[in-house]
Nanobody, 119 residues
Framework: QVQLVESGGGLVQAGGSLRLSCVAS????????MGWYRQAPGKQRVLVAT???????NYEDSVKGRFTVSKDNAKNTVYLQMNSLKPEDTAVYYC?????????????WGQGTQVTVSS
């Protein structure tokens, strides 16, 4: 089992920055993939930025060059630095972790943190 706790959301003006944090309840060395998704009102949850197997990163096209995902293994924490925020970035942001053990894939989600960007 992995518990994920997000923090760092809030209200910011367009062009501003926020940094989200996601702390895992266990070492993230054993987690295959970890990162961030978001869900805007009335829309599906979509990938924003993640670390995939082998430490590679994957970004949604609209955030490339503005958002950066990083991690601190010693703190079991993944971050999402969001710069040049736009109103369309407004959503609930969820931390995600995927663990693969003995061929079984388990997906974990945090409770979500609201990001609101005003124009």
């Amino acid at each position: 089992q992995v518990q994920l706790v997000e923090s760092g959301g809030g209200l910011v003006q367009a062009g501003g920055s926020l940094r989200l944090s996601c702390v895992a309840s266990k070492s993230i060395f054993s987690i295959t993939a970890m990162g961030w998704y978001r869900q805007a009102p009335g829309k599906q949850r979509v990938l924003v930025a993640t670390f995939t197997g082998g430490g590679r990163t994957n970004y949604e096209d609209s955030v490339k060059g503005r958002f950066t995902v990083s991690k601190d293994n010693a703190k079991n924490t993944v971050y999402l630095q969001m710069n040049s925020l736009k109103p369309e970035d407004t959503a609930v942001y969820y931390c995600n972790a995927i663990e693969v053990r003995a061929g079984t894939i388990t997906t974990y989600w945090g409770q979500g943190t609201q990001v609101t960007v005003s124009s």
